[in-house]
């Protein structure tokens, strides 16, 4: 036991709630569709955010003191503590985690791996006595300098190897502790300049990669799913995985889309310059929609600035796109959001996750209760009914010219109707 968290009770379901150390939304147990809300909701913890990061920006240094902090593994196993502690107050199913945010790094690459097996071992024990699992394990390929060029798309065939043995080391700890998924996140997968660039070789280096990294994932038997988490830029300029249209490409090219799934994050959706729904809903068209990293972006500064979700309206739109698509399988809702840097307290790290958990409840029973309602459903088809007609449906099975000549044949003159948008608007706020 730490004594981090020391007087705070575990939080509970209490719509009258006097204080936000508690769910006003969120009851892991109500029945939404048939599933309980924690099942549809799946949320996880992320480690480097709550536990690793210092509070630091590009203009000052560390703002969190905590007691973790340092090198050794002695500090590694408190963090644990600490971090399954938050879990237990939070009362969350899940957890997320790079390498390098539970295990110091170690001299030499054998020493990072030893570090990170003795670490995962410890996880592993904590996990038996928790009821929390890990929802996806990644590495971390962007922080250390070694990786400034990238890492299977480097220039330099020694970081590849570098990068292979280490997302094989961080497999192999994600399949040791029952992770439901694998991600990978190129964060220096790109280029900051084209003079020194050869970009045809770095896609070909990064599609190679994730094969082999599929072919690990059958050879130990890791039954999860494999996820690629798209990001447009930053911190390369200019990144590989820009979003999901561009992921498709990718794997499609290098014969993968039956292979991985997608993690698709509110706001690298904003730095793409989408919306966080029209990512979803393409994904899941697509047939490779896999799970969410929840945050929001500052809109006004434009930056990735991982704050905690607090607009309802707006994370409906995304869990309506999850619920159609059938709603999570392996995948859920990561909370890749930190706290701002003056949010000194340890009540602060709970409060946030509270209150992310009750946002996020709000917006999946409002998004369900419309899917459950059926209207916008029913006008979405009524929209393109027409293309229900045997007439209609043949034209798709035929040439150009046949479908030209229904023009002139039927006398085709055809009328436009309204797209309802406001209307739609109106019937999508009676639920929200
Ligand atoms: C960074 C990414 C990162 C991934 C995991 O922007 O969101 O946190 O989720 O490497
Ligand atoms: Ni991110
Ligand atoms: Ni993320």
């Known amino acids: 036991m730490t004594d981090f968290f020391a007087g705070i009770a575990p939080l509970r379901y209490d719509p009258e709630a006097e204080t936000d150390l508690a769910f006003r939304h969120y009851d892991p147990d109500a029945v939404i569709l048939g599933k309980r809300l924690e099942d549809h909701l799946r949320f996880a913890v992320a480690w480097w955010h709550s536990f690793a990061w210092p509070g630091t920006d590009p203009f000052g240094g560390p703002t969190f003191l905590r007691p973790w902090f340092g090198e050794g593994m002695a500090q590694a196993k408190l963090k644990a503590d600490a971090a399954f502690e938050m879990f237990a107050i939070l009362g969350v199913p899940f957890f997320c985690f790079h390498d390098a945010d539970v295990r110091p790094e170690g001299a030499t690459f054998a020493e990072s791996r030893r570090n990170l097996e003795e670490i995962v071992d410890y996880i592993g024990e904590k996990m038996e006595r928790a009821r929390t699992r890990l929802l996806w394990g990644t590495a971390n390929l962007f922080s250390h300098r070694r990786f400034m060029a990238g890492a299977a798309t480097n220039p330099d065939p020694d970081v590849y190897a570098y990068a292979a043995a280490t997302v094989k080391a961080c497999m192999d700890a994600t399949h040791r502790l029952g992770g439901e998924n694998y991600v990978l996140w190129g964060g220096r ?159 602060d790290l709970i409060a946030a996750h509270a209150g992310a958990m009750d946002v996020c409840a ?59 948008q406001e209307r739609l608007e109106n019937l999508w706020n009676r639920f929200v």
């Open 189 to 347: 997968e790109g280029y900051e300049t084209l003079l020194n660039t050869d970009l045809a070789r770095e896609r070909a280096q990064a599609g190679r990669f994730l094969q082999q990294v599929v072919d690990y994932k059958h050879r130990i038997g890791f039954k999860g799913t494999i996820l690629i988490e798209p990001k447009p830029q930053e911190p390369s300029k200019h990144q590989y995985d820009y979003d999901v249209a561009t992921v498709y490409g990718f794997l499609k090219d290098f014969g993968l889309e039956k292979e991985v799934k997608l993690n698709i994050e509110q706001g690298h959706a904003i730095l793409a310059g989408h919306s966080f729904e029209h990512e979803l809903a393409l994904a899941a068209s697509l047939g490779i929609f896999g799970s969410i990293d929840m945050n929001r972006n500052d809109y006004q500064s434009g930056w990735d600035t991982d704050q905690f979700p607090d607009n309802v309206p707006e994370m409906a739109r995304a869990y309506y796109e999850v619920l159609k698509a059938g709603g999570f399988t392996t995948g859920g809702t990561n909370f890749d959001a930190k706290l701002r840097r003056q949010s000194l307290d340890p009540e």
């Open 362 to 420: 709000r917006a999946l029973k409002a998004a369900a209760a419309l899917l459950e309602d059926g209207a916008l459903e029913r006008a979405r088809a009524e929209r393109y009914a027409g293309w229900d007609t045997p007439a209609a449906r043949a034209m798709l099975e035929g040439d150009l010219a046949a479908a030209a000549a229904r023009v002139e044949a039927e006398g085709l003159e055809p009328q436009p109707r309204s797209g309802r």
